[in-house]
């Protein structure tokens, strides 16, 4: 009897990364020195399934709930952040599949076991109008996962072969994405030098005059519920709130491994010029029981606002205040992870600056997740707009 793919046994995700995670913790130092995940734990992620985490079932993947992914991924970058990182990018990516045409769908996903989805943002992405489809050119940067990508996706305007900019029914510009393989771009793999998350290689990609045929370019408005592909409640999320939610738990995961390794830290070290050990100093006693209030509020805070909306979406539509507080949980939780993490790094004194502890890669990694938009202040503003009764940016929310 033939298993038909909604039949097959649902691989537990988070399972698979506990176990993988000292693997992970032990390629660490390579991962920050090589600049990229190297080969062989690319090839333990796919054999763990957590590159198809939030792939649908139709096309092979766990399509599991987005509960259970940012503990995968909080369990992952507690091991590295950069791994983290490069497999919460391309599974939020991948849920992209439910506004594909089918068959560039499977192509990508479901007739290879190992295809992996990439993209990086741009602002000079253009799509010309060709016989059949469109060529493409432009430059994408920060494309986290693309060294372990087969496909890239370019987000574009699109143009008129005169030139002229085609626009919708109402009157605003026409955005697509379209997909291509990796093969097909060129890639500067010499654009990544910077403070933290090294090893995720996140490159910047160029695609000149590229031609996409109009079966892998998904409009805009495809990505709306009412006209996606895939109907079950995790793709009535949007992109936007799953990249927040990977973050923050990208976040977390290096705040919890972080404030571990300084409780550890202080159960020997005394510091220069004192008498006492550090877990003896009532200061740090202090400060390690307000960081644990800190982390554990926040962590909470976020897992039962997705919870809420993920019951939501399975029942029905999320309100918009159930969507406010989960922007509201995910911001807050980056900005308090950020502040724990802070704590442990500076008690830890002089130890923490050394590459061979556990403080200083961890710090700037933190500090690189902490610059992303979806970590910015700035998106209170859009949850305190809610709370008085104005309309939030809707992007933002």
Not at 14 to 31: F, Q
Request: proline share 5%; aromatic share 8%; with cysteine.
């Amino acid at each position: 009897m033939m298993v038909t793919m909604d039949e097959r046994t649902k691989v537990d995700c988070l399972a698979n990364a506990r176990a993988l995670a000292p693997v992970i913790a032990a390629a660490a130092p390579r991962i920050e020195a090589a600049g990229e995940l190297p080969s062989d734990l690319v090839a333990a992620l796919h054999e763990a399934r957590l590159y198809r985490m939030l792939v649908p079932r139709s096309l092979g993947g766990e399509e599991i709930s987005p509960v259970e992914y940012v503990q995968v991924i909080e369990e992952i970058a507690k091991a590295d952040a950069s791994t983290a990182w490069c497999l919460g990018q391309t599974s939020v990516c991948s849920t992209i599949a439910k506004a594909m045409k089918p068959q560039t769908a499977e192509t990508i996903f479901l007739k290879n076991s190992r295809g992996v989805l990439a993209w990086g943002p741009s602002n000079n992405g253009k799509a010309v109008a060709d016989k059949g489809g469109y060529r493409i050119s432009g430059v994408w940067p920060f494309a986290s996962g693309s060294r372990q990508a087969t496909w890239l996706a370019a987000h574009c305007l699109v143009y008129e072969p005169d030139g002229q900019q085609r626009r919708d029914g109402e009157g605003r510009p026409l955005q697509k994405t379209l997909v291509a393989p990796r093969e097909a771009a060129a890639i500067n793999s010499d654009a990544w030098h910077v403070i933290g998350l090294k090893g995720t290689g996140s490159d910047t990609y160029s695609f000149t005059d590229v031609f996409v045929p109009e079966d892998c370019a998904i409009g805009y408005h495809a990505l709306s519920p009412a006209e996606r592909r895939e109907h079950g409640p995790l793709y009535s999320f949007t992109i936007y709130q799953l990249f927040g939610a990977s973050f923050a738990a990208v976040a977390l995961g290096i705040a919890r491994a972080t404030l571990d390794a300084f409780c550890t830290l202080a159960q020997n070290k005394t510091p220069t010029g004192q008498t006492v050990m550090l877990r003896d100093n009532p200061v740090i006693q202090s400060q390690v029981g307000v960081a644990q209030a800190q982390l554990a509020a926040a962590r909470a805070f976020f897992v039962v606002a997705l919870e809420e909306i993920w019951q939501a979406a399975q029942s029905g539509t999320a309100s918009i205040d159930q969507r406010v507080r989960l922007r509201m949980a995910s911001i807050h939780l980056s900005q308090q992870a950020r502040q724990v993490a802070e704590m442990a790094y500076l008690a830890a004194g002089a130890t923490a600056v050394f590459e061979s502890n556990a403080f200083e890669r961890r710090i700037r990694d933190m500090h690189a997740v902490s610059q992303q938009a979806q970590a910015q202040f700035a998106i209170f503003e859009a949850v305190g707009r809610h709370f008085l009764g104005l309309p939030p940016n809707s992007r933002m929310i």
